[in-house]
């Protein structure tokens, strides 16, 4: 649909049928444009600057090793970047654009909060892919976070085509419905999933696991300047990125009913834009003291690769790759 006021209503019921809808044409190409030139930046200076995953308070550089195939199996991938709002006025402004503010209106009330706000990328080559999962699993603490099925939603603006070469997001439609969590880590975990990306068979065989049939996955295909939304309770995923050049760029922000959410900055009082402010508490709860420290790096991924340590230091690094793994982000 093209956003217009009187698509509210259109809005509301796909997304509350299927768990997901998109909003087509949302975003100019000057826009789009403006937004995927601060994207190559931070891209370009955050590889320039870091050299493994980076956390100062809820800002996060999400890097990982040897996630590039062939020849350049050593290579560093940035997946993603946290709360770059608090320091870029262009990004700042597009989080809390009216469009935005339209749809999350729609779906959540015009009263609402801000816990994520992410730069995503899927580099050419690399093996960057997510299984199918609910987010829901990473809105805790429960009494933080409350009656997520109703009040909360993630959204994306594409800044450049998602489709199956690309590595675009796949949903299955209804899989919200149920208001449950299906227990896809436990399963995962079970079959070995997050040791490597998994093999096509191996994602019926998670998905049968769970009762659901991977046949009935839909490729949610967007243009850049669309915006897809996704319900927490959602089973979703994205695959392998095979194009030469697209990185497939994508804004993440994360919305919540404020009434319901003790976390997170408020980014619209009763449809009123609010400035972002200082940091806050949204899920670390050490946010503090890695702002205090100028920040820590976390030598292990969140799924046991990434840099090569010597013996002396791995116990410390897989600590810390367990902190890391509770950071709240977004996958696809």
Not at 99 to 105: D, G, P, S, T
Not at 143 to 166: C, K, P, V
Not at 191 to 202: F, I, K, N, Q, S
Request: with cysteine; hydrophobic share 40%.
């Amino acid at each position: 649909m093209e956003w217009a006021s009187s698509s509210a209503a259109a809005l509301k019921e796909a997304y509350d049928r299927d768990g997901y809808a998109i909003v087509r044409g949302v975003f100019t190409p000057a826009e789009v444009a403006e937004m995927k030139g601060r994207f190559d930046d931070w891209r370009a200076t955050m590889l320039a600057t870091h050299h493994a995953t980076f956390v100062r308070g809820n800002h996060r550089v999400w890097m990982t090793e040897g996630g590039v195939g062939g020849e350049g199996a050593s290579k560093r991938v940035l997946r993603g970047v946290q709360w770059p709002s608090y320091t870029d006025a262009t990004l700042d402004k597009y989080r809390t654009d009216p469009r935005l503010f339209a749809i999350a209106e729609a779906l959540i009330g015009r009263d609402v909060k801000q816990i994520i706000n992410q730069m995503h990328w899927k580099q050419p080559g690399s093996l960057t892919t997510w299984r199918h999962h609910q987010d829901v699993r990473a809105r805790k603490p429960d009494s933080a976070f409350r009656d997520l099925w109703a009040s909360y939603i993630n959204s994306g603006i594409a800044l450049e085509r998602f489709d199956d070469e690309t590595g675009a997001m796949s949903v299955l439609p209804g899989s919200h419905a149920a208001r449950k969590d299906y227990g896809l880590e436990a399963i995962a975990a079970e079959m070995g999933l997050d040791t490597h990306a998994p093999t096509r068979e191996e994602e019926v065989e998670f998905l049968r696991r769970a009762g659901h049939n991977h046949a009935q996955l839909r490729t949610m295909t967007l243009a850049p300047g669309d915006v897809a939304v996704w319900h927490p309770f959602a089973i979703h995923g994205g695959g392998v990125n095979t194009s030469k050049d697209s990185f497939r760029s994508f804004y993440i922000n994360g919305f919540v009913t404020a009434a319901n959410c003790d976390r997170g900055h408020l980014v619209w009082r009763d449809g009123v834009a609010q400035p972002l402010g200082e940091p806050v508490l949204i899920q670390l709860e050490n946010f503090k003291e890695t702002i205090a420290e100028g920040g820590r790096y976390y030598l292990v991924d969140e799924f046991g690769g990434g840099s090569r340590l010597d013996d002396a230091l791995r116990a410390a690094a897989e600590a810390r790759a367990r902190e890391s793994a509770s950071m709240n982000v977004v996958r696809d």
